[in-house]
């Protein structure tokens, strides 16, 4: 019985690509004890990945949390573009929110030092680049500095966030899906990410083109709750489609 419950677990984690274990403990119908000893056995057979709150499929085409340094070398020219075409949208006077990412610490490279305007932030690149601005307003938001992703994280004190009117939020994510929307695999920046997008008036994605039809752990919106992706390539056929159909503007 053991050894069928932990196969099936297998199929299934392999199906949905990324489950937490509370969805796992309902589907099969067991403890949280009894999900945590098999995911452990299947660690021990290399054929899933635990990762925060939750296990993912080793299938390679799958992207996955990986060290923050590591995902920053990788497409980094095309994060560079990406970078530079958001900086074009921020104009004076903006309220903007820029996400932690490798590449949306790029943004700030390509904006004028002079330029007035409200940098809202919880990545400490984009913090130590704001500072050299000279007519810019930084408020941080997080509590608790999370090293792996050079973000602040955690909200228990931090009520301003939801006082905040954005007007525009560049995101970034590690999954771009239609099913799914937009993705990442961190719970706490999750959380950060979904009121980031409640109050901002667009929303920006800054996603290369090897995040485009991946998902991840955790959804923090729907696509078709954004204003514009900006990437570095022509999106593949069917998210340009459904970009087109929901008025969804496409930079590249």
């Avoid at 019985?1 to 489950?19: D, G, S």
């Avoid at 007035?116 to 000279?134: E, W």
């Amino acid at each position: 019985m053991k050894a069928k419950r932990i196969f099936e677990i297998e199929a299934y984690i392999n199906q949905q690509k990324a489950v937490t274990l509370e969805e796992l403990c309902a589907h099969f119908d067991v403890s949280l004890n009894t999900i945590r000893r098999d995911i452990n056995e299947l660690t021990k057979l290399n054929r899933v990945k635990k990762v925060y709150g939750g296990v993912e499929t080793l299938d390679p085409t799958l992207p996955s949390a990986v060290d923050y340094s590591d995902r920053n070398i990788e497409n980094a020219a095309s994060k560079k573009a990406i970078g530079r075409l958001a900086a074009k949208l921020i104009q004076p006077h903006d309220i903007i929110y820029i996400d932690t990412g490798t590449t949306t610490i790029h943004i700030l490279d390509h904006v004028d030092k002079n330029l007035p305007f409200t940098i809202i932030t919880n990545s400490l690149d984009v913090i130590n680049k704001a500072s050299h601005f000279n007519h810019v307003e930084l408020f941080i938001i997080g509590e608790q500095y999370k090293k792996t992703t050079r973000s602040f994280i955690g909200l228990e004190t931090n009520v301003l966030l939801k006082k905040f009117n954005i007007q525009k939020a560049f995101m970034a994510a590690t999954g771009v899906n239609i099913n799914n929307g937009l993705s990442n695999s961190e719970i706490e920046e999750n959380h950060i990410k979904q009121i980031i997008m409640s109050k901002t008036a667009e929303a920006y994605v800054c996603v290369d083109h090897s995040k485009m039809n991946k998902s991840t752990l955790l959804t923090y919106a729907p696509l078709n709750a954004i204003h514009t992706i900006i990437t570095n390539q022509a999106l593949p056929h069917n998210l340009q489609h459904y970009a087109s159909e929901h008025h969804i503007d496409v930079v590249y």
